[in-house]
Structures are given as C-alpha cells and as structure tokens.
C-alpha cells in the first residue's frame, strides 16, 4: 500500500508540474488569455486536490477498518484462549486428583460457566454478521423477561469471586413480546461488560422494572466510566473505549454494536449515565411494552 500511496502521489505531483509548465507557455504565446489560462488552471488544481484529498480520506478510512479488524482478531484469540484454557485447568485437576462430589460437580459447573462463555462469543459473532447483511429477522415470541435476567446474571457471576458481585432488582413475572435470543445477547453484553470494567468483586447493580407504561433494564457499575465525547462512539463495530485501562480488557469490540441494532429492531432505546460516584449506569427503555 506504501509503494502504491508514493506512486499515486508521484503522478499528481508530476501532473501539476507539467499543467504549471504548459500554463507558462501558453501565457508566453498568448498573453492576451492569461486570464482565462489561470482561471481554468485554477479549476484544475481545485480538483485535483479536491480528489487527491478525498481519496486520502479514503485510504485513512481504510487503514483504521484495517486495524480494529486486526485488534478484533487478537481480541477474540485471547477471548478463545483464556476460558478453554480454564477449562482445560478444572479438568485436568478432576481428572488428577481424588475430588469429592461437591468439589466436582463446582468445577464442572464452572466449565459449564466457560462453555457458556465461548457459546456468547460465537452468537456474538454470527448475529453481528448477520445483522448487518440484513439476513437476522428476528422472530418474536412472548417470554418471561425477569427469568432470562435471573439466568443471565447467575452464569455470569465471577468464579474466584466469594461475594455476590451481580446484585439484582428484579420485577417479578414482567413478560415481553420480542426476539428472545437477541435480547439474551443485550441483556449479556451489558452485564458481561459491567463486569470486565469493574474492580475484582466490586457490586453491580441489576434492574428490571416498569414505570409508567415503560418496561425498563438497567446496568450500573462502579468501574472506570465512560467519557462524554465516547458515550455514543462505543456502540460502533469493533470500536473500544480509548483509555489504557480499557484497553487492556478484553473484549472484541461487537457487544454493544449488537445491543443497539437489537434495540433498535425492538423500537427501544438505550442511555449511557454517569454513576456516582464512578462508573456508568447503562439504561435501556422499551417504549413498546405491552403486559
């Protein structure tokens, strides 16, 4: 790309060398046209560099699309690598070692816990494409929307963790009429988020209720928070928060990309707030609700 950026740039450079040149000797022929010479060499230069700088937009375009795929491949061989290699670990050691049940059935619990993980992280990745090539219909179906909470926020408690870090308020028996699956994967990205960017056992607090017609879900956490000029930019494809401490958290960079195009097929609408006294509180209202 490098070779062919000096080439292209080489080309415009001699075509301005050999337009300012033939402009010389047309004035030198015929003064008399000198205006008409520069007007029309004027328009020339205008387009050249009109066209040379969109296509320099067109290539810094590319170059950044090129790096968040290549970050987003490296993000999910590390999202890969790190569950199988837990895994592997709590296998290993039932295998080598003279558990007792209770023990046992813990680790194969949380390599359930691991599975569960990576199944995310596929889903993640084939909604998001179908998604944007139009091919997800999203099929509706009525279901109880607190029980798909409880069971999101029970797998996702973290294993080393002795506190109940996902603390939930949760309406009983509220039922809603959307895609049960894709709105399994917005409940999931939001709360696996809370949980990537709070500190070790910190408390994240879990909503569901309705309030004047509305049926509303929040996520609040207590870690690094979100910059105003980010808040909208984090629901982009592959986009990741720009600080180094998010950075250095895993993530692939498409949960709250499929958050907010589930959203918006379920007409609701999602905010970023800022919680006090750190963090962010991400709260999404569906307008639509019906009991």
Same mark, same amino acid.
């Given at each position: 790309?490098? *070779?062919?950026?000096?080439?292209?740039?080489?080309?415009?450079?001699?075509?301005?060398?050999?337009?300012?040149?033939?402009?010389?000797?047309?004035?030198?022929? *015929?003064?008399?046209?000198?205006?008409?010479?520069?007007?029309?060499?004027?328009?020339?230069?205008?387009?050249?560099?009109?066209?040379?700088?969109?296509?320099?937009?067109?290539?810094?375009?590319?170059?950044?699309?090129?790096?968040?795929?290549?970050?987003?491949?490296?993000?999910?061989?590390?999202?890969?690598?790190?569950?199988?290699?837990?895994?592997?670990?709590?296998?290993?050691?039932?295998?080598?070692?003279?558990? =007792?049940?209770?023990?046992?059935?813990?680790?194969?619990?949380?390599?359930?816990?691991?599975?569960?993980?990576?199944?995310?992280?596929?889903?993640?990745?084939?909604?998001?494409?179908?998604?944007?090539?139009?091919?997800?219909?999203?099929?509706?179906?009525?279901?109880?929307?607190?029980?798909?909470?409880?069971?999101?926020?029970? *797998?996702?408690?973290?294993?080393?963790?002795?506190?109940?870090?996902?603390?939930?308020?949760?309406?009983?028996?509220?039922?809603?009429?959307? =895609?049960?699956?894709?709105?399994?994967?917005?409940?999931?990205?939001?709360?696996?988020?809370?949980?990537?960017?709070?500190?070790?056992?910190?408390?994240?607090?879990?909503?569901?209720?309705?309030?004047?017609?509305?049926?509303?879900?929040?996520?609040?956490?207590?870690?690094?928070?979100?910059? =105003?000029?980010?808040?909208?930019?984090?629901?982009?494809?592959?986009?990741?928060?720009?600080?180094?401490?998010? *950075?250095?958290?895993?993530?692939?960079?498409?949960?709250?990309?499929?958050?907010?195009?589930?959203?918006?097929?379920?007409?609701?609408?999602?905010?970023?707030?800022?919680?006090?006294?750190?963090?962010?509180?991400?709260?999404?209202?569906?307008?639509?609700?019906?009991?």
């Amino acid at each position: 790309m490098h *070779r062919s950026l000096i080439i292209f740039y080489g080309i415009i450079l001699y075509a301005l060398a050999e337009m300012f040149w033939w402009g010389v000797l047309l004035i030198q022929a *015929r003064p008399e046209r000198e205006a008409m010479i520069l007007g029309e060499g004027a328009v020339f230069l205008l387009l050249i560099g009109t066209g040379a700088y969109l296509f320099h937009l067109t290539l810094k375009k590319e170059k950044k699309l090129h790096d968040q795929q290549k970050n987003f491949l490296l993000s999910v061989t590390h999202e890969l690598k790190s569950p199988l290699a837990s895994i592997k670990l709590y296998l290993q050691t039932i295998l080598k070692r003279n558990l =007792d049940r209770a023990q046992t059935h813990a680790f194969l619990n949380n390599s359930l816990k691991d599975i569960e993980r990576l199944d995310d992280l596929v889903e993640n990745m084939l909604i998001a494409t179908r998604m944007e090539s139009r091919t997800y219909s999203f099929p509706k179906e009525r279901f109880n929307f607190t029980e798909l909470v409880e069971k999101v926020s029970e *797998r996702l408690q973290i294993h080393n963790c002795s506190t109940q870090i996902i603390q939930t308020d949760l309406e009983p028996e509220i039922y809603f009429t959307g =895609d049960k699956f894709a709105l399994t994967l917005v409940v999931s990205n939001l709360i696996e988020n809370a949980v990537k960017y709070s500190p070790p056992c910190e408390e994240i607090a879990v909503k569901l209720f309705e309030r004047e017609g509305s049926l509303f879900f929040e996520v609040a956490d207590k870690g690094v928070g979100i910059k =105003d000029e980010e808040k909208l930019k984090i629901f982009q494809k592959f986009y990741r928060v720009g600080s180094e401490d998010t *950075r250095k958290t895993k993530g692939t960079g498409l949960g709250l990309f499929i958050v907010r195009q589930v959203l918006r097929n379920h007409q609701a609408n999602i905010k970023v707030k800022n919680n006090k006294p750190t963090g962010s509180i991400f709260e999404v209202s569906f307008n639509n609700y019906v009991k």
